[in-house]
């Protein structure tokens, strides 16, 4: 046993309980998702991760069945929905084992900077395109030289009449070589500090000097096109400056980047009962010195303690999505969720791999999968030693 295992056990309860904030009026987007992934991306990660991306077609078929921008307003074509139904997607995905669709950042990040700050003409013009899949959604903060220290960035906007000329290289852009609107940082008036930052919306079709990078050979999320970006002279429309004021746009990174730690505790919290649940149902089928792997104490006290850490972190995580629905969620207390579901993950995922042996180095494992998947969710989304930065300094 060992190879051609699958996962074929009833999944522990303790794994499964149900979020409070989990209503039941979200039960019809939960199994519209999970269909949805076990259908249209499980069955292709193979593909997607040989070839760097999902297919562009993705992207429509999320769209036509609305799992694209649920939290967004209807009247701007989105579903109406509020984070949970944004959180019950990541999670689902999670749960399916998928590393490749950049949903996360297309709906729950790119989709609410425009709801958040774009003039009602930008809001009209963008998020009915991003919400049917005609448009890709990507974000540009980091730069080769400048990742945490965002104020270290250099690209440039300089206003030249109805239009701003923007010039600058991005790097590990998710959804780099698909992305048909791109939110690039910059900055307008690099004497200012944090206030010369702006956020401008480029469309990239047709924009002359705008040029996609490779897509980045990465350790793991293989289906996950992640890619450089290059803006040579590119002359963005004045009336694409997010919100139509300059200067704003390291606030309104600081304000959205709570929800975007959130959603990667999400899906955080998810791998991790996957990896505890498919481990727990790989050592009662593999045996070794004649019994299951299950009956070596080692193993019954590695998997309760990886239980209990699902437990713990379950709790933590599901209390910040309730105070995030209120409108409660406070920097600090993201960053804690973003650092510690992710840490918590790997030193998990790392567990339950020991405890598939040699399968579970092998790629083909979907273990193995989670846990080279892992490692970058304590690096993007601010590094955990950003977020502890964070948490100290509100002590
Ligand atoms: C797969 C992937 C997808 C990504 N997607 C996007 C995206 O869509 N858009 C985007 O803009 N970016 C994206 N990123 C970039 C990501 O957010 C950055 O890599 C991250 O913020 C860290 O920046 P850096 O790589 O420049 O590392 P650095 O900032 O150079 O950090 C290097 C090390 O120094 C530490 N360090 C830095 N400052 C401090 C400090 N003050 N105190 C203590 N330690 C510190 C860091 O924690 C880290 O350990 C992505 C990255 C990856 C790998």
Redesign the pocket.
């Known amino acids: 046993m060992g190879r051609g295992w699958r996962s074929h056990g009833e999944a522990p309860a303790v794994l499964t309980r149900r979020s409070p904030w989990l209503t039941e009026d979200l039960d019809p987007i939960r199994d519209l998702a999970r269909t949805f992934f076990a259908k249209e991306v499980a069955p292709h990660q193979e593909r997607f991760a040989a070839q760097q991306h999902v297919d562009r077609e993705l992207w429509h078929k999320a769209g036509e069945v609305g799992l694209l921008c649920p939290s967004i307003p209807e009247t701007y074509g989105g579903g109406g929905g509020t984070f949970a139904h944004e959180a019950v997607i990541y999670q689902e995905q999670a749960r399916a084992g998928d590393s490749s669709f950049g949903i996360g950042?297309h709906s729950g990040i790119v989709a609410h900077y425009l709801l958040g700050y774009g003039t009602e003409e930008q809001k009209r013009r963008w998020l009915p395109r991003l919400a049917s899949g005609e448009l890709v959604g990507?974000?540009?903060?980091?730069e080769p030289g400048?990742?945490?220290?965002l104020q270290g960035i250099t690209t440039r906007a300089v206003r030249d009449g109805e239009e701003y000329v923007l010039t600058g290289a991005k790097t590990?852009?998710?959804n780099g070589s698909q992305a048909g609107l791109v939110i690039v940082v910059a900055k307008t008036d690099p004497a200012a500090g944090a206030r010369g930052v702006s956020l401008l919306v480029v469309e990239t079709d047709g924009a002359e000097g705008f040029r996609r990078g490779r897509v980045l050979h990465?350790v793991g999320?293989h289906g996950q096109d992640?890619a450089e970006l290059f803006f040579d002279d590119v002359r963005v429309p004045a009336a694409n400056l997010l919100g139509g004021q300059e200067g704003q746009g390291f606030v309104q990174l600081m304000q959205q980047l709570p929800q975007e730690r959130l959603i990667i505790a999400v899906s955080s919290i998810a791998a991790l009962e996957r990896a505890v649940e498919v481990t727990v149902d790989y050592v009662k089928q593999r045996k070794a010195f004649g019994r299951e792997l299950l009956g070596f104490q080692n193993t019954r006290f590695v998997l309760a303690e990886c239980a209990t850490e699902a437990a713990v972190t379950r709790s933590f995580v599901d209390d910040c999505v309730q105070r995030h629905l209120t409108g409660e969620l406070d920097a600090a207390t993201a960053a804690m969720a973003k650092w510690w579901s992710t840490d918590r993950l790997c030193r998990v995922v790392d567990e339950c791999v020991q405890l598939f042996g040699g399968y579970g180095y092998m790629t083909e494992y979907p273990i193995a999968r989670a846990w080279t998947d892992a490692r970058?969710q304590r690096?993007?989304?601010?590094?955990n030693?950003?977020m502890k930065?964070l948490i100290a300094r509100s002590l």
């Open positions: 950042v990507a974000i540009a903060m980091t400048a990742g945490s220290d590990f852009i998710t990465k999320l992640t970058v690096i993007y989304g601010g590094t030693e950003i930065e």
